[in-house]
Protein backbone atom coordinates (compact mmCIF):
# COMPACT_ATOMS: atom_id res chain seq x y z
CA UNK A 1 0.00 0.00 0.00
CA UNK A 2 1.10 3.49 -1.04
CA UNK A 3 1.75 6.12 1.64
CA UNK A 4 1.97 8.55 -0.28
CA UNK A 5 0.33 10.87 -3.09
CA UNK A 6 2.53 10.63 -5.91
CA UNK A 7 1.41 14.58 -6.27
CA UNK A 8 5.15 16.30 -4.20
CA UNK A 9 4.61 18.80 -2.14
CA UNK A 10 4.51 22.26 -3.15
CA UNK A 11 3.35 23.48 0.15
CA UNK A 12 -0.34 23.05 -0.57
CA UNK A 13 -3.27 20.82 0.70
CA UNK A 14 -6.41 20.00 -1.27
CA UNK A 15 -9.87 20.65 0.54
CA UNK A 16 -13.19 18.01 0.53
CA UNK A 17 -14.91 20.39 -2.18
CA UNK A 18 -12.18 20.61 -4.11
CA UNK A 19 -9.86 23.21 -4.65
CA UNK A 20 -6.33 23.57 -2.46
CA UNK A 21 -5.12 26.18 0.10
CA UNK A 22 -1.46 26.69 1.70
CA UNK A 23 -0.53 24.70 4.28
CA UNK A 24 0.47 27.90 6.29
CA UNK A 25 -3.56 29.14 5.58
CA UNK A 26 -5.60 30.19 8.52
CA UNK A 27 -8.30 27.28 8.02
CA UNK A 28 -5.54 24.21 8.03
CA UNK A 29 -4.35 25.97 11.53
CA UNK A 30 -8.30 26.01 12.54
CA UNK A 31 -8.56 22.36 11.63
CA UNK A 32 -5.76 21.75 14.00
CA UNK A 33 -6.75 23.93 16.80
CA UNK A 34 -10.53 21.76 16.61
CA UNK A 35 -8.40 18.30 16.65
CA UNK A 36 -6.73 19.56 19.31
CA UNK A 37 -9.73 20.67 20.88
CA UNK A 38 -11.37 17.29 20.29
CA UNK A 39 -8.51 14.62 21.87
CA UNK A 40 -8.78 16.96 24.99
CA UNK A 41 -11.88 16.41 25.06
CA UNK A 42 -11.76 12.89 24.70
CA UNK A 43 -9.28 12.83 27.42
CA UNK A 44 -11.62 14.73 29.76
CA UNK A 45 -14.38 12.31 28.78
CA UNK A 46 -12.24 9.06 30.11
CA UNK A 47 -12.61 11.21 33.65
CA UNK A 48 -15.11 9.76 36.55
CA UNK A 49 -18.32 11.54 35.91
CA UNK A 50 -17.53 13.29 32.64
CA UNK A 51 -20.27 15.43 31.56
CA UNK A 52 -21.82 13.45 28.72
CA UNK A 53 -22.40 16.64 26.60
CA UNK A 54 -18.88 16.14 26.29
CA UNK A 55 -19.64 13.47 23.53
CA UNK A 56 -22.40 16.20 21.74
CA UNK A 57 -19.64 18.87 21.92
CA UNK A 58 -17.12 16.00 20.02
CA UNK A 59 -19.75 15.88 17.44
CA UNK A 60 -19.99 19.30 17.05
CA UNK A 61 -16.32 19.79 16.59
CA UNK A 62 -16.14 16.95 13.89
CA UNK A 63 -18.65 18.75 11.89
CA UNK A 64 -17.22 21.89 12.49
CA UNK A 65 -13.82 20.09 11.01
CA UNK A 66 -16.21 19.04 7.51
CA UNK A 67 -17.78 22.61 7.38
CA UNK A 68 -14.06 24.29 7.31
CA UNK A 69 -12.65 21.91 4.77
CA UNK A 70 -15.56 22.18 2.11
CA UNK A 71 -15.47 25.86 1.30
CA UNK A 72 -18.86 27.41 -0.01
CA UNK A 73 -19.82 26.86 -3.55
CA UNK A 74 -17.56 23.91 -3.80
CA UNK A 75 -19.60 20.18 -5.54
CA UNK A 76 -20.07 18.31 -2.21
CA UNK A 77 -21.13 21.43 0.20
CA UNK A 78 -24.40 19.91 0.33
CA UNK A 79 -23.22 17.09 1.83
CA UNK A 80 -21.83 19.20 4.89
CA UNK A 81 -23.85 20.45 7.70
CA UNK A 82 -22.57 24.08 8.66
CA UNK A 83 -22.51 24.79 11.94
CA UNK A 84 -24.93 27.82 13.04
CA UNK A 85 -26.04 30.17 15.19
CA UNK A 86 -28.35 27.48 16.57
CA UNK A 87 -25.54 25.82 17.71
CA UNK A 88 -23.48 28.34 19.40
CA UNK A 89 -27.02 29.12 21.64
CA UNK A 90 -27.07 25.68 22.47
CA UNK A 91 -23.01 26.22 23.81
CA UNK A 92 -24.12 29.03 25.47
CA UNK A 93 -26.91 27.60 27.14
CA UNK A 94 -24.65 24.63 28.51
Request: some cysteine; hydrophobic content about 35%; glycine content about 12%.
Amino acid sequence: MRLYTRSGDDGTTGLFGGGRVAKDDPRIEAFGAVDECNAALGVALACPNADPRITDLQGLLLQLGSDLATPAGTPHEDKVRRIGEEDAATLEAW
